[in-house]
């Protein structure tokens, strides 16, 4: 089943905070976090592993909840360059990510 | 340098043909995937591969027949193409496991009129 992402949709102004949320059903290994802008490929922003191990971008943070089955990834400071549609992708193990429904973000000067 | 490369990047064609896209990395990773990006913008696994063997395949119509003739090359061939085929495919590579960032090649976009 598809993880389920909130907002949908999100609007800021340059330099505000963004928090966006994912969330499965699944008892989870790994969630991936992807941005896509319009008419690009999707392009890797961190991985987050069960038992805490990250990796990811140094200007992107998020934390995972292994209990909860919950990840959430943190947007400070925006910038123009961060507007895209974010997806998450979760795994249970079996290295097939199952990505989410989503977020859509627009940052405005 | 390209690391994840698809050819090509736009087909159009008719229901009933048979098409293939072609997906080439230099990254020399040993696991690559096929997904489906719909109009509604869901990125969904079709397939995937480690070093040439197939690990992965989701519940995909058999019209659709991945084919890895190498670790650095997964092409994707379709038969019989129909309207609901219609999306773009992306192809993406990583290093085996599930704790690896896949790297996504640029898309190609299929219309099937």
């Known amino acids: 089943q598809q993880p389920v992402q909130s907002p949908q949709a999100v609007i800021l102004r340059e330099g505000e905070d963004a928090v966006i949320n994912c969330s499965s059903s699944?008892?989870?290994?790994?969630v991936h976090w992807y941005r896509q802008k319009h008419g690009e490929a999707p392009v890797f922003l961190m991985i987050?592993?069960?038992?805490?191990e990250q990796k990811g971008h140094d200007k992107i943070s998020a934390s995972f909840n292994e209990k909860k089955q919950q990840s959430s990834l943190y947007l400070t400071a925006s910038q123009l360059s961060y507007s895209g549609t974010y997806f998450c992708g979760t795994g249970t193990g079996f290295q097939k990510l199952v990505f989410g429904t989503g977020t859509r973000l627009l940052v405005s000067p | 340098d390209t690391a994840v490369s698809q050819t090509p990047k736009y087909l159009v064609t008719q229901m009933g043909n048979d098409k293939s896209i072609k997906c080439e990395q230099n990254?020399?990773?040993?696991?690559m995937y096929w997904y489906k990006q719909d109009s509604k913008k869901f990125l969904k696994i079709m397939f995937s591969y480690n070093n040439k063997e197939l690990i992965i395949n989701e519940t995909v119509p058999n019209r659709f027949s991945p084919k890895s003739p190498d670790k650095a090359h997964l092409n994707l061939h379709i038969n019989s193409l129909e309207l609901g085929d219609s999306a773009v495919y992306f192809c993406?590579?990583?290093?085996?496991?599930?704790?690896?960032?896949?790297?996504f090649g640029p898309g190609t976009r299929l219309t099937v009129t």
């Open positions: 987050l592993l069960k038992g805490g």
């Open positions: 993406a590579s990583s290093l085996p496991g599930e704790g690896n960032e896949q790297y």
């Open positions: 990254l020399g990773h040993d696991t």
């Open positions: 699944k008892a989870l290994y790994s």
